[in-house]
């Protein structure tokens, strides 16, 4: 055992013939569910329970109406080109170098994301009436934007309220050093993802070998969520954070894995309060590690020292404030116990939703990357046992998350961004065992591409 597979080998990558029945598969089945699950909510319960029009997206419109065909067609052509050279490039000259897979990854989401239309694109996302970025421009003293955080934060945009404040001056920075909306939103797409995609991929080289970390990352950087989300998104940036800190935590430098968690652990929590989905991962790997002990113990002191010194210096609670945004998010109480209905189907809808955008090939992967990881942590090796950690906590942090009611209905795909490189762990373990040839690994990118680049198409996913 080696780099947290076994040696077992399992049959190659999906065939075209597999790839074709996947998709027809995920198509019949979104249709069945929209229609038993309209069927189910009006009529056994009586439309308590609201239903997304374009079941598991809440926030989706269908724009293949208000396509410029001829606009359209020249940047779909060019999408193409670029994933087909990119492919052929990384699968046959070079199966190591992380660079083209960055630069390809940059390349397709400005393709795919201009297919929306400049405006719709680029600026609308950044600059609707709920954004941070909205609430960015208003800021004239960052200082004072912090202090007075609490007192001014439920009337601040809708997603900015439910954010620390970091959220929002992260955004400020953006556009106090870019010169336009338009610069900002690439800068935030491109930059996340080319930092997303170098961290995913030196944590899979400690597990598995180069082509397989290359080839791995290369499908993340092809994800639907990562093409359709990651252009303007804070989750985009939050989500470099998370990776970030897992990273760091699981290098042999004790200054790296204390001081480099604890900068990402900031960072993020200072966008975010999901950041305590974090908190399992690092527990865990604790005590897999036992030299992560004192880090990890140090970590917690420093936050807790941040914590209060934010405090007492600026006079912004973050417990208070998460407190806020949650009975914003939950007026009346408790979502579990406030409305069950509601709760349990929307557990199912955050499933689902970052299941679709992972795209089915993946999914089956994974699961079967699942019990290559199990396999594999019997064996002696510390390396064997840590990919299966890993993964296993971040997701089952997730659906802690989801079981104490965090996220309604069409907000995972993009506010839960952050759990997909973890998913990519057991996609490369699969990958790893498999032992493909170039050519179905070329059939399986171009099925992730090819999804995102239709749902990008045909839907309007502005949150």
Known sequence: MAGGTDSRSRPGLFSFREILVAGWVTVTSLIFFNVFVRFFYRTILDNDVGVPIHWPISKFAVRLGRLDISRVGVLVVLAVVVFAVATAYLLWFDRTSLWPVVVAGAVLLVLTTLTQGHQAGLIRPIANGGSY?????????????????????????????????????????????????????????????????????????TYYPRDVAQYTTYLFVLLPAVQIYSLTTLDALITVAALGAIYCFTRESPIVATFGTLVCLFVAASQTFMTVFLGPVLVGLA????DRIAPLVVIGLSSLGIYVLVNVVLGYDYIASFLTASHQQNPNGFFPLAEPLRYLTTR???????????????AVLAVRGVGVLWRSARGLSRLDREPLVIFGLAAG????????????????????????????????????????TRRREALLAAAV???????????DYLW
């Open 133 to 205: 970025y909205r609430a960015a421009v208003t800021v004239t003293d960052p200082v004072a934007f912090v202090t007075t955080f609490e007192a001014n934060q439920l009337g601040l945009p809708l997603h900015a309220r439910t954010h620390p404040p970091g959220a929002v001056l992260s955004f400020w920075v953006l556009d106090t050093l870019l010169p336009s909306t338009r610069a900002v939103s690439l800068t935030v797409g491109i930059g996340s993802l080319a930092l997303s995609a170098l961290l995913l991929h030196r944590l899979l080289v």
């Open 287 to 290: 005590l897999l590690r036992r």
């Open 348 to 362: 199912v809808e955050n499933v689902a939703e970052i299941a679709l955008f992972f795209t089915p090939m993946l």
């Open 397 to 436: 942090s997730l659906l802690g998350l989801f079981a104490v009611g965090v996220y309604h209905t069409g907000e995972t795909a993009r506010g839960a961004m952050f759990i997909y490189p973890f998913l990519m762990i057991p996609v490369a373990a699969a990958i790893r065992a498999a032992d493909p």
């Open 449 to 459: 591409f090819g999804q995102a680049l239709l749902m990008q198409l045909v839907g």
